[in-house]
T-cell receptor, first 112, second 113 residues
């Protein structure tokens, strides 16, 4: 299995609180992605990174920010969590060149 | 911008029957196409990919897909399914010149005995 770890795996938080999810890789892959998965919507891209300090928005980026200060870590922050952000969040990594993307096990976030 | 449409949200089939999961994409430039599978409570794993060359692509677990540029389709097929193929299947696309990986909404395949 590719070395990709998401933390935490489960989190319950209150509306209005900040939340940070972490994706850590040991593969030295250049590209990292954050997706959210919701029933009926499949996986939707939130943000992705193509290098340290290089990030870009996906299709559902409102309410989320990301940071990548080193190759191995990609952080997703919900500045002020809302109930609509209750979801399962997946991190993925790839080496680019249209190679396979490897996925983490997911983080189940519940905003109450 | 590229997008992916999976035409069926759920596909029930009987064991040993053939199955086709449909995927259409939209893009004005060259694309690279993927099928991923997600088993319950797990992350996604790659089934197969089309980058260039032969339009018929073979993947793991006996699955194959055919790239059809004129119909902008990349349908996934298996001639005989097993109970263990029950999972959700996602079609995905990367547009040439980008590394933005975009997924369809998924198709839940249920294989019944």
């Amino acid at each position: 299995d590719a070395g990709i770890t998401q933390s935490p795996r489960h989190k319950v938080t209150e509306t209005g609180t900040p939340v940070t999810l972490r994706c850590h890789q040991t593969e030295n892959h250049r590209y990292m992605y954050w997706y959210r998965q919701d029933p009926g919507h499949g996986l939707r891209l939130i943000h992705y990174s193509y290098g340290v300090k290089d990030t870009d928005k996906g299709e559902v980026s409102d309410g989320y920010s990301v940071s990548r200060s080193k190759t191995e870590d990609f952080l997703l922050t919900l500045e002020s969590a809302t109930s609509s952000q209750t979801s399962v969040y997946f991190c993925a990594i790839s080496d680019g060149g249209f190679t396979e993307a490897f996925f983490g096990q997911g983080t189940r976030l519940t905003v109450v | 911008a590229q997008s992916v449409t999976q035409l069926d949200s759920q596909v029930p089939v009987f064991e040993e029957a053939p199955v086709e999961l449909r995927c259409n994409y939209s893009s004005s430039v060259s694309v690279y196409l993927f099928w991923y599978v997600q088993y319950p409570n797990q992350g996604l794993q790659l089934l197969l990919k089309y980058l260039s060359g032969s339009t018929l692509v073979k993947g793991i677990n006996g699955f194959e897909a055919e790239f059809n540029k004129s119909q902008t389709s990349f349908h996934l097929r298996k001639p005989s399914v097993h109970i263990s193929d029950t999972a959700e299947y996602f079609c995905a696309v990367i547009q040439g010149g980008s590394e933005k990986l975009v997924f369809g909404k998924g198709t839940k395949l249920t294989v019944n005995p």
